[in-house]
């Protein structure tokens, strides 16, 4: 070897060593928790068990953390990504297949960093980087109430099916870096404390866009807070799409008030909409527990995100349009008139305006206003979860019409709701009724409504 | 809260998204109008609010206000309605007679609003199910109401 090929390895190797050795120590590494050496905790204040409730149900651990008929918190939600589907943990106090051995600093870490005890790299289906903005007096709380009001129960955590190389969790640590905030809510001090509190839940605890912020090509939210125009400004996962947040007038809030906001958030419906889809199950568990004064928050933090009109377009008016095509002689020539005029309208009427609160109007729906069609394809299929509002089923629900109407006729139903009344959604084809039909399954009318106390 | 159901003021007491066909079974005791699924899906509940068909189990009472309803149990005193009944006698139309009452104040909406009703006419609004199948008798008395015999009537 000639004597500047060995000083090329002398540098090289111990380099590459060096660097290996880094990035092996920064990929397994324990990020810091604001909490590490606080040692036992003891027993908590009935108070911090109150509050750790609540965060509880702010955060809403049970919507993927408990399946129907399954213990609460014990896991086993199915979440499919396109390299393999994982399952939501067991995180009772059990000692061996819960998170029972978790010291507050490790379940600090799991909550706003997504680091397991052992050191594992949680996947980001796990809201951690809305969680980071928890403050420490919640995270405190919630340990509490996990620790000491949650029963244990004893189930192993079902196996991730993604295949080896892809199930490595290591890289998760540069994502991070990139992806994940790391900070708690820092206050905005040129707006109310009102403001601030809003901007916490939706940003933090209720991580809203994990559904409504659209997620960019390694899965991550293309926007994490108000500073960017991307948060919550609608998204498709699951085979619904979440609707914008902001105030666009079509396609997300901008035609409602802030008591519109709350009522919805309080009671799942108002004029505009009823609670569907995936939103079901967050209001289920969650929106409806919040304190009056936190969803007046949430409302009033909305309401102050700017729409993009570009996007969104000239706000809906109601046009009375199609009152000729529906009688009884014209609506033999317009696809899909007839299937509206006996499938639909006795609940949404024939002028699409819905009833009242109790049945959503189809006409000026975000769903039927947005370019993605797959929540209104998904509804018609699949129909809607039960909505239990202070402990009292709905009254009212959408069936499923997977067994009754083709794909060609859901398609020609929903072209005709789409471009009915003023909407302008675009049209619905055969094929994407029949892509989403292999995909979902019917609405289940179980439902995990987790009863504490 | 008032209703005004088959020219009789009721006073109710129930929450304001009870369904219509909840209040005229289980309150009033008018079993005529029939539940059959609940979801909107079979036509068995159909009444006439204002003199549309309707259906109750899908119509919460909290918002009907001064609406005139009308159920089977009045359908006779209706002129059009009384009409339906004798058509429906003449060419016995019922089987078990489950879906009939709905069936009743389907067609009398429908020459309500289309009095001379083309065979296009008839399959379009008489949506309602029918178990024992008896839509052909249904369409043949809708003809014969409608003074035009029309081409399945013809057929017999
Ligand atoms: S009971 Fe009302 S439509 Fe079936
Ligand atoms: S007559 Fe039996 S269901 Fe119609």
């Not at chain 1, 880094?22 to 590490?36: D, I």
């Not at chain 1, 080896?164 to 890289?171: A, I, S, T, Y």
């Not at chain 1, 400004?233 to 079509?250: E, H, K, T, V």
Request: hydrophobic fraction near 40%.
């Amino acid at each position: 070897m000639t004597n500047r090929l060995k000083k090329i390895f002398a540098v090289v190797i111990p380099a590459s060593t060096v660097l290996a050795g880094g990035t092996a120590w920064f990929v397994t590494r324990l990020p810091a928790s604001s909490f590490e050496n606080t040692g036992s905790q003891g027993e908590p204040s009935a108070q911090l068990m109150a509050r750790g409730e609540y965060v509880s149900r702010l955060t809403d651990c049970v919507a993927c953390h408990s399946v129907p008929g399954g213990a609460a918190y014990t896991g086993g939600l199915k979440m499919v990504t396109p390299m393999g589907a994982i399952f939501a943990t067991n995180i009772t106090p059990d000692r061996e297949t819960g998170i029972g051995a978790y010291t507050l600093a490790d379940f600090d870490r799991a909550l706003r960093s997504g680091v397991a005890k052992d050191g594992h790299r949680l996947y980001p289906a796990m809201p951690y980087p809305s969680y980071a903005k928890l403050s420490d007096d919640d995270v405190k709380a919630l340990y509490a109430y996990f620790m000491k009001g949650v029963p244990a129960v004893h189930l192993e955590n079902r196996k991730s099916t993604i295949p080896w190389p892809l199930n490595m969790r290591w890289p998760l640590a540069f994502w991070n870096v990139v992806f994940a905030p790391s900070d708690v809510y820092r206050p905005d001090t040129s707006k109310d404390a009102q403001w601030n509190r809003g901007a916490y839940l939706v940003e933090g605890a209720g991580h809203c866009g994990a559904c409504h912020t659209p997620r960019g090509l390694a899965f991550n939210e293309k926007g994490t807070d108000r500073h960017s125009a991307a948060f919550v400004s609608g998204a498709l996962i699951d085979g619904w799409f979440a609707p914008s947040l902001r105030n666009d007038a079509n396609t997300g809030l901008g035609r409602w008030s802030e008591d519109d906001v709350f009522r919805f958030l309080k009671t799942g419906r108002n004029d505009h909409a009823v609670v569907f889809g995936s939103m079901t199950e967050a209001f289920n568990n969650s929106t409806q527990f919040f304190s009056d004064d936190d969803l007046r928050a949430v409302a009033h933090y909305l309401k102050s995100l700017p729409g993009n009109a570009q996007r969104d377009g000239t706000p809906w008016q109601y046009e009375p349009t199609q009152a000729k095509a529906l009688q009884p002689a014209g609506r033999q020539g317009i696809p899909g008139a007839q299937t509206y005029m006996a499938k639909c309208s006795f609940c949404h009427g024939a002028d699409g305006r819905g009833q009242w609160e109790w049945v959503p109007p189809l006409a000026g729906a975000a769903s039927s206003l947005v370019p993605d069609s797959s929540s209104s394809i998904n509804v018609t299929l699949n129909g809607s979860g039960r909505v239990v509002a202070a402990g009292v089923p709905d009254s009212y629900r959408m069936p499923s019409y997977r067994e009754q109407l083709s794909d060609r006729d859901i398609a020609d139903v929903l072209t005709f709701v789409r471009s009915s009344w003023g909407n302008r959604g675009a049209s619905v084809t055969a094929a994407e009724v029949k892509t989403l039909r292999k995909k979902t399954r019917p609405a289940d009318s179980g439902v995990v409504v987790l009863k504490i106390n | 809260m008032e209703l005004t159901i088959n020219g009789v003021q009721h006073h109710i007491d129930v929450e304001p998204d009870t369904p219509l066909l909840w209040v005229l079974r289980d309150d009033l005791k008018m079993t005529g109008t029939k539940y059959g699924c609940g979801l909107a899906q079979c036509g068995a509940c159909t009444v006439l609010i204002n003199g549309n068909a309707a259906r109750s189990c899908v119509t919460p009472v909290g918002e009907l206000g001064s609406a005139a309803i009308t159920t089977i149990e009045a359908i006779e005193q209706d002129e059009i309605g009384q009409r339906v009944v004798a058509a429906w006698i003449r060419h016995q139309v019922p089987q078990c007679g489950y879906c009939q009452s709905g069936q009743v104040m389907a067609a009398t909406s429908l020459l309500k609003q289309t009095p001379h009703p083309t065979d296009d006419d008839i399959r379009a609004v008489m949506v309602n199910l029918c178990r024992c199948g008896t839509y052909n008798a249904i369409s043949a008395a809708i003809h014969d109401l409608a003074g035009d015999v029309g081409q399945e009537g013809a057929k017999k």
